[in-house]
Antibody, heavy 116, light 108 residues
């Protein structure tokens, strides 16, 4: 079955960077685009961007342009999301999700806390 | 950028029908996906491409999309349907995905 397993929770100071991983299994890694979606405490879902695991092309939401980098490692079927210049408003659960039109499989989420 | 508008909350009695709207400019020309999210859990798709239902999702869940409003309908609502529901589309002009703000469904 399709599984997306994300790295563990992180605590970062303002101004730092965080890198979250998402390891895929149960399907052909290069056949589906993968997304990153975040959810601040008590808030809704916010789309951050998409990566084509085959080739690594990306498309980021305007809000995160210049601060986010999404990468792919086909040798380990893993994608990464790095967010820089962290501020308190970036405290959120970060999800990876596979798309086949809809986002049909989601990781378990990674809590990133930004606090001094 | 494209905006999707959902009411913050909808309440319904058990056994009744809940309708959750998702408004957007000419949304009927786009494909709409719906997600259910329960507290502490990742979202789960309950309707895709306007009205298709993934395997494992009860037939009580249905979707429609026309004009400026897409609607998720949940028939014979059960206590276990209490959750947040999000609509989502692909905005072709930006090649970005967009989520609605979410609707909290309360079963009275």
């Amino acid at each position: 079955q399709v599984q997306l397993v994300q790295s563990g929770a992180e605590v970062k100071k303002p101004g730092a960077s965080v890198k979250v991983s998402c390891e895929a299994s149960g399907y052909t890694f290069t056949s589906y685009y993968l997304h990153w979606v975040r959810q601040a405490p008590g808030q809704g879902l916010e789309w951050m961007g998409i990566i084509n695991p085959s080739g690594g092309s990306t498309n980021y939401a305007q809000k995160f342009q210049g601060r986010v980098t999404m990468t792919s490692d086909t040798s380990t079927s893993t994608i990464y999301m790095e967010l820089s210049s962290l501020r308190s408003e970036d405290t959120a659960v970060y999800y990876c999700a596979r798309s086949s039109g809809a986002l049909d499989s989601w990781g378990q989420g990674t809590l990133v806390t930004v606090s001094s | 950028s494209y905006v999707l508008t959902q009411p913050p909350s909808v309440s319904v009695a058990p056994g009744k029908t809940a309708r959750i709207p998702c408004g957007g400019n000419n949304i009927g020309s786009k494909s709409v996906h719906w997600y259910q999210q329960k507290p502490g859990q990742a979202p789960v798709v309950v309707i895709y491409y306007d009205s298709d239902r993934p395997s494992g999702i009860p037939e009580r869940f249905s979707g429609s999309n026309s004009g400026n409003t897409a609607t998720l309908t949940i028939s014979r609502v059960e206590a276990g349907d209490e959750a947040d529901y999000y609509c989502q589309v692909w905005d072709s002009s930006s090649d970005h995905r967009v989520f609605g703000g979410g609707t909290k469904l309360t079963v009275l």
